[in-house]
Each structure stands twice: as C-alpha cells, then as structure tokens.
C-alpha cells in the first residue's frame, strides 16, 4: 500500500491538531473582544464573512496548486513539483496583494452595500476590522501556500507548527492590544494581522531550509511554464469559482440574518464559531485526502485511491462524532463565557444541536468525497454540483423558512442541511459512476 497506518496517522493527526489551532485564531477575537459587548462581536462577524469569501479563493489557489504538485510528486517528477511551487507562490501573493488593495479602497461600499440593515454601531465596528483584515490578504495567501505544500510533500509538521505560531501570537498580540491597549475592534484586527504576518514568514523560512523534494532552494533557473501555469489554473478557477459562489451565497443568507436583528447577528455569529470546531476533523481529513489521493493519482493507481477514499470518509465520521459530543457537553459553559443575552444563547442552543446531529451523518458525504474528486483533477464537476445546490437549497430555502415561514436564524440553518443533503446525493451518483477518474492533470 501506499500509505500505512503510521503515515496516515502521523499525517492526519497533526492536521487535526493544526486545524484546532487556526480555529482559535477566530475563536480569540471572539471571546476576546465579548467583554467589549455584542455589538463588538456582531462587526467582527460580518467582516468575518467576507473574509471567509477571499480566504476560500486564496485556499483553492493554494489547493489547485498542491494537487498539482502532488500529483507529480507521485509520478516521481521533483522538476515539474518545484516548478509547480513557484509559479503558485508568484501567483497567489499578487492576487492576494491585488484583492487586499481593492477591500482597502471599496471597505465602506462594500460593508454598507451587503449590510445596510446592520446598525450604525456594528457597521462602525466592521468598518475598522476590515481594513485591517484586508492588509492580511498577502499574509495569510502565503501562508495558505506554503502550507498546502507541507502538507503536499507529508510534512504536516511543520504546517501544524506554522499554525501554532500564529495562533500563539495572536493571542498575546490580543491580550495585549484589547485589555493592555483597551484598542477593542482594532486591537483584535491588529493582532490578527501581526500574527499572520509572522506565520507566513515562518513557513517561508522553513521552505528555504533543508533538504525535502520542493524546497525554495530548487526554485532558482526554473522557467515560467505556461502549461504548468494552465494546470494550476484548470484546477484553481473552477475551486475558486465554487468556493467564491458558495460565499458569495452566505453573504446574502448573512443579509438575511442581519435583518432580524443584532440578537440574531450574534447567535448566527457565535453558532458559527461553534460549529467551525465540531467540523475540525472533518476539515483535516480533507487536507489529507488531497494528499493521499491525489499521490494514488499520480502513480496511477485508482484501485489505492478508492481503498483510501473509504478509510478516510469513515474516519471523518468517527472524528466528528468525537469532536461534536464533546461541543453538546461543554455549550453550557461556552455561551456563558460568550456573555449573550437570554434570546441570543437560547436560539444558539438550538442551532447547534441541530446542526451536530445532522453533520454527524451527512457531513462526510457532502464534502469528504468532493476532496477526492478534486484532488484526481476532478473539480468541475464539484463546482456545478455545489453551485448549483448552493443557491436551490440553501439561499432560496433559506429566504422561504427563514422569512415566509417565519422561522428566523434556524430557518437558514435548516436550509443549509438540505443543501447538504442533495449535494451527498449527486456526489454518490458521481463516485459509483466512476466518472471522476478520467480526470488526472499528470500522465
């Protein structure tokens, strides 16, 4: 086999580990700035949310560009892996620049013309987070990269380290800027920006040391392949477009929510930092599988890639069924610390067990399996798929239970596991078909 237990592990694990820490990074300015009070935090998510709509464009990029270098990692062609490395670190840092500038001089349209409901406080609030967030881009597309080609090359080590230092660095930068400073808002950006920043120069650094099979060290005297920059693309673009439609999508469901008031904006935006940690195994084993399957891929060898397909989708429900038992367990203690109001905690409640119930059975499905057909070549498929049941089920359906049905934030959350359900279903259609195997960039 490919992979054996020990290397599955030792990937998988520290993957978890570094998924648990990039969550705190969120989770911090949260908790952190709660004392400052609900207003504070419902600013902080409604540029949240927006920032998650770049970030999945800047991590399709970086994911584009390592299933392409995996790929040929697999085939045994170091060359081409490094030449893959380069062009999309040159690629990812000016779009991420490019992007960072226009959110830096449309910040205020950009805040009122999705938010305009929202109240003058909260979009004061917004506005100052998201300039700083914006300064970010650059940093976090570098560290995105760098990471997915750690991770790329097995050595989910030293992605999991990069994100214990940003994590750890946000944290104190947080103390220090929100009580040391009383900065609120700003403080919290601020640190965020300050602790990407020197997470993606980490990660830079331990790329240009050593001796591994893509380093920095290999960059120099390759040329700039088009073909190998069409391939990046060819995987890119339609992740993007996926991912982008997708948020684009939550944005609008954001709008919805907004309307029903800051104490809705709040149990949405609490529900949601909640959620992300319950889903955390499942994000790992994601990454994973990009690595392992598209490695079966660039061997050639799909009989591997469906066996590990397999484990995989069944480790994502064990590990979810951990992690959200242990979120039912500790939510008491978790809306306390979060300070919301009586309406706000109770309609959070809900929401998370409803979620966590439905994810434990469904989630896998919905998007475990898409990661194996993306990381075989297979991602527009995945992009049609998800686009098209993003905007049936959860936008329309969410205006239809949340609005005409009258039943609120939990309306929007319902809709999304329908959404979930009819992608699972076509996603199953389209692996027993076997049609996601003709797909491969490398041969």
Known sequence: MMFSRKQLVSLIVPLIVEQVFLGTIGIADMLMVAPVGEVAISGISLVNSINMLFHSVFS??????SILCIQYLGKGDDKNANSVAKQLL?????????????????NQFLLKSIFGNAEPQVLKEAVTYFYLSALAYPCIMLFDSCSALFRGMGESRISLAGSVVTCLTNIVLNAALIYGMGWGVFG?????????????????????????????????????ESFIVR??????????????????????????????????????????????FSILPGQAICLAVTTVIAR???????????????KLILLTHIGMTITIFIVFITLPFILKVYNLSEAASEATRHIIWFHG??????????????????????????????TVSMWIFRVGASY???????????GVWVAMIIDWAFRSLLFGIRYFS??????????
């Open 60 to 65: 399709a990029l970086a994911a584009g560009g």
């Open 90 to 106: 040159i690629l990812s840092v000016t779009l991420a620049v490019i992007l960072g500038l226009c959110c830096c001089l449309g």
């Open 188 to 224: 919290a950006g601020l640190a965020s920006l300050l602790a990407k920043g020197i997470g993606g120069g980490f990660l830079l650094i331990c790329l240009g040391m050593g001796e591994r099979s893509v380093g920095l060290r290999k960059f120099a005297g390759l040329p700039r």
């Open 231 to 276: 391939n990046i693309m060819r995987l890119a673009v339609p992740m993007a477009l996926e991912d982008g439609i997708f948020h684009v999508g939550k944005l609008l469901v954001q709008g919805v929510v907004t309307s029903y008031g800051t104490t809705a904006i709040a149990a949405n935006a609490v529900s949601n930092v909640i959620t992300l």
């Open 296 to 310: 079966c891929v660039g061997a050639g060898d799909y009989e591997q890639a469906k066996y590990y397909n397999k």
């Open 357 to 386: 119930f439905c994810a434990i059975l469904i989630w896998a499905e919905s998007f475990t399996l898409p990661a194996t057909f993306r990381a075989c070549g297979d991602a527009k498929a995945c992009m049609i798929i998800s």
């Open 400 to 410: 239809i239970l949340g609005k005409n049905l009258g039943l609120g934030v939990f």
């Open 434 to 443: 076997g049609k996601w195997k003709k797909h491969a960039l490398v041969s």
